[in-house]
């Protein structure tokens, strides 16, 4: 899969699921879970005690059209290399490191620096970052800053991650969000410590259909 086709498919799926499990097999069982909902691009966080394995277990086990697999949390450039040897198509860091930027384009993956700031965010974009990940949004003001940063950089496609729920879908896409970031609120440690994968492959379905709706002709109508 070319570079732009995991941009395009990433905004066309529009949620962007942020696994974090206390091993690499929860984590492999997360994704598994999404997916099931519908929910084809994962993003495995390097707090996952195993998440290179992970990573490298999902990839064995899906395409990249069953399942597009991104590594967060990548620090810097080793890490990040490792993530791709892992077979990850994309790379999300919670700030802006350049080394993990610049090595990404060369890949061929995907790379999503953090920023908040809007410094932090044309730093990002202009170092070749493909969308920006406005970390921790929800805790900043959420749908109203990220509108805030868009209106004098609408060329930037961001992805709000931090406080993404169900009830704020809406206004994040409203406000301008390309994807959104969404951790606990889709996969909850509760259910995934109680192999409860049926109520996270539910939340999947859910957070799909909210897209879908709030993107509809007639919603983005009224979003004007």
Not at 152 to 170: R, W
Not at 201 to 217: G, M, N
């Amino acid at each position: 899969m070319q570079r732009e086709e995991i941009r395009a498919r990433i905004v066309a799926i529009g949620i962007v699921p942020v696994i974090r499990a206390a091993s690499a097999a929860l984590a492999v069982r997360a994704a598994e879970a999404v997916r099931a909902g519908g929910v084809t691009v994962v993003e495995v966080t390097m707090t996952v005690p195993g998440a290179f394995e992970a990573i490298e277990s999902l990839a064995r086990r899906y395409g990249e059209e069953e399942l597009l697999i991104g590594a967060g949390t990548v620090l810097d450039a080793a890490t990040a290399r490792r993530c791709l040897a892992a077979g990850a198509r994309f790379l999300v860091s919670p700030g802006f490191d350049a080394a993990v930027t610049a090595l990404a384009g060369p890949s061929g993956a995907v790379v999503m620096p953090g920023a908040l700031t809007p410094t932090e965010v044309i730093a990002a974009w202009r170092a070749g970052a493909d969308f920006v990940k406005i970390f921790p949004c929800g805790q900043v003001g959420g749908p109203s800053y990220l509108k805030a940063l868009k209106a004098p950089l609408p060329q930037v496609e961001m992805i709000p991650t931090g406080g993404v729920s169900l009830e704020t879908v809406p206004a994040y896409l409203r406000a301008g969000a390309a994807a959104l970031g969404v951790g606990s609120e889709l996969i909850s440690a509760a259910a995934l410590a109680r192999n409860d994968t049926a109520s996270i492959t539910e939340s999947a379905r859910q957070f799909l259909a909210a897209v879908r709706r709030a993107r509809e002709p007639e919603a983005a109508a009224g979003m004007r």
